[in-house]
């Protein structure tokens, strides 16, 4: 068990994203992610001159390096945006956490070696020693491959509690939620069932004055779970076909009573940042009160509930993930839904 620093400050960097979609030589591709995560590193340097150096912990958007698979076929993606586990440009972002004394969270695109013809979307956590000492792989996503869909083997391979990593740290127990998995209760949940109480949420998400879906989520998730969460939304997405600004702003800091501690407007910005204090939430789950929601948690009337499934696992057990296989999937899931709600 480590111990805790003294309360710190947390940033979620709005930065801009600088697609790769668009780039057809994987060479060039990598030169423009290493071109940003030297860009990063920058806002990193001056944003802890500008804050403090009590500022420990960074939170990076979702895909900041790379954009989303749109245009490109699956294989092509891999070739132009995938990361791998020890590759350069981690190394690189390792350098960037270690110079600038901070714990690094982001997502990226990468290749597993035990599942070489697919690419997980992976969100992770570096120290301020440069070492990758988390990867969470997305769990839910619609046109990306998951642990999910390989469940059976992916279990066989590295365990259940693999698809569920929480980092014990001196900043507290962290864990990773990407983006619209926020909707998902069950994420949260289940990474604060194991210890985890700061929720680092890399995100590329409507960018709106009026109340958002992923808005309203990271409340709820952090009153219910007693947490903080920090999420990092992109500053605009550049160099592929969407409008750039539509996912632009709204970069959050919630406390474990939904507070808003801190929110970006829109554009690069460092004003996401606020103070977190781990042992608020060790005392908080420690107390018996009505809001010791975790505590107060009867977990076996609800386990028949989750027995059989909805969306279904191992889709891609014997076939290579296509747009038109997820679909299927997803018409499967709503067959499902349908017979288990009678509808």
Excluded at 173 to 197: D, N
Excluded at 251 to 270: C, F, P
Excluded at 281 to 299: F, H, K, Q
Aim: glycine share 6%; charged share 20%; proline share 6%.
């Amino acid at each position: 068990m480590v111990n805790l620093f003294d309360p710190y400050r947390a940033l979620a960097l709005q930065t801009r994203c600088d697609a790769i979609n668009s780039i057809a030589d994987p060479v060039l591709c990598r030169a423009q992610m290493m071109a940003t995560i030297a860009r990063i590193h920058r806002q990193i340097a001056a944003s802890k001159a500008f804050v403090g150096d009590d500022l420990k912990l960074v939170v990076l958007p979702e895909y900041f390096l790379t954009s989303f698979p749109i245009g490109p076929d699956l294989p092509t993606w891999a070739a132009r945006a995938c990361l791998h586990a020890n590759g350069p440009e981690y190394v690189a972002l390792g350098e960037v956490a270690k110079q600038n004394g901070v714990y690094l969270s982001g997502n990226a695109y990468e290749i597993d070696p035990e599942f070489p013809d697919l690419s997980f979307q992976i969100s992770f956590i570096i120290n301020d020693s440069g070492e990758r000492i988390l990867a969470y792989r997305r769990l839910i996503s619609m046109y990306t491959a998951t642990p999910h869909d390989v469940w059976d083997r992916f279990v066989e391979t590295y365990g259940v509690e693999a698809a569920f990593p929480v980092a014990d740290t001196p900043l507290g127990k962290l864990a990773c939620i990407a983006s619209e998995e926020i909707l998902f209760p069950e994420v949260a949940r289940a990474l604060a069932l194991r210890g985890a109480e700061i929720f680092l949420h890399s995100s590329s998400e409507t960018g709106s004055p009026m109340a958002t879906k992923k808005g309203i989520a990271k409340r709820a998730r952090a009153i219910e779970n007693l947490a903080y969460v920090v999420s990092a939304n992109s500053a605009g997405i550049f160099g592929a076909d969407i409008p750039s600004a539509s996912t632009d702003g709204g970069s959050q800091i919630i406390d474990t009573e939904g507070r808003v501690l801190a929110e970006a407007s829109t554009g690069e910005s460092m004003v996401a940042c606020a103070e977190i204090d781990p042992v608020k939430v060790r005392r908080l789950r420690s107390r018996i009160g009505m809001d010791n929601y975790l505590a107060r948690l009867r977990t076996e009337p609800f386990a028949s509930t989750y027995q059989s499934s909805v969306y279904p696992p191992n889709v891609l057990h014997a076939a290579k993930p296509s747009r038109e296989g997820f679909k299927a999937a997803i018409m499967q899931g709503i067959a499902n839904l349908k017979k288990r709600t009678g509808v």
